[in-house]
């Protein structure tokens, strides 16, 4: 099952004693070419998962960096049907690396939930994040991705008690998604001490590995978090490289590659006391 790639992941850094780097890059942008650049150098750079975002439209959850990011996937022709594509030219050269693939629920169910699951998998997606998908209506895409080996990850938020953690983790596998603010991506910044014990009761709930996302953007902060969660995401921030790159007519390729090192190594030195 390709869910394998996700514990095998968490399952070796548990034992090297850190988090997870997770960078969340958007399928398309700036183009086909130069996104699939990107996702193909992120291991690389130090990316131990990778959540790619499917575009879409309308992305409620996200904040201006990634509206502007999908907008400019679409813009360039992006499409589902590409963005598994990109997947599956990834995997002729890296299979270790655990890939995500995070949006919303009107393109897969525009494709049909279980064809998606089905062709998700067959591509070599490890899970999947549907945003705008409340716990209480997960059953059929939870069913469809679990018959084809993905992982449905869940998301809990700082308003979720404990009840509503269990309900939310109910269909979880892989690990659990802490949105670490109340809010839309990039815009607030997250805070390690606050974060500490809603992770500790997400992870008591879930049984599962529990990583942070939304809020972190600088090294400084990235390696705060990986102190207390079991992997740390950061997406606004290497989205907005995208953008700059192209404002200053720079590599973008470059660009974002570098944004990840420096959170990567950032992340691999929390624990170990090491300057960042």
Do not use: H
């Not at 130069?34 to 575009?55: H, N, V």
């Not at 995997?91 to 393109?107: E, K, V």
């Amino acid at each position: 099952m390709t869910t394998a790639r996700i514990d095998a992941c968490f399952a070796a850094l548990k034992a090297e004693g850190r988090a997870a780097f997770v960078a969340y890059v958007m399928a398309g942008d700036p183009d086909a070419a130069t996104s699939q650049k990107i996702l193909d150098g992120l291991p690389g750079a130090g990316a131990d998962i990778i959540e790619l975002g499917m575009p879409f439209s309308d992305p409620m959850a996200e904040g201006p960096p990634i509206q502007r990011a999908a907008q400019r996937a679409l813009a360039a022709g992006m499409t589902l049907k590409a963005t598994l594509g990109m997947v599956r030219a990834f995997r002729t050269r890296d299979d270790a690396t655990p890939i995500i693939a995070m949006g919303y629920m009107n393109p897969v169910l525009n494709w049909g939930v279980e064809a998606f699951a089905r062709d998700a998998a067959e591509a070599g997606v490890d899970g999947v994040i549907l945003v705008d998908v409340p716990p209480e209506e997960a059953d059929p895409i939870a069913d469809a991705l679990k018959s084809a080996g993905l992982s449905l990850i869940m998301l809990a938020t700082p308003t979720s008690d404990d009840a509503r953690v269990g309900t939310i983790v109910r269909r979880a596998s892989g690990f659990v998604y802490y949105v670490s603010v109340a809010g839309v991506t990039g815009v607030k910044e997250a805070d390690a001490d606050a974060v500490r014990p809603a992770v500790e009761r997400v992870r008591r709930i879930s049984g599962l590995p529990v990583a942070v996302g939304f809020g972190i953007r600088t090294p400084e902060r990235a390696a705060a978090v990986a102190r207390v969660a079991d992997a740390v995401v950061v997406g606004s921030a290497l989205v907005e490289e995208v953008a700059n790159g192209l404002q200053m007519n720079e590599d973008v390729t470059l660009s974002v590659l570098s944004k990840v090192e420096s959170l990567a190594k950032a992340v691999r030195s929390a624990r170990f006391g090491l300057t960042v």
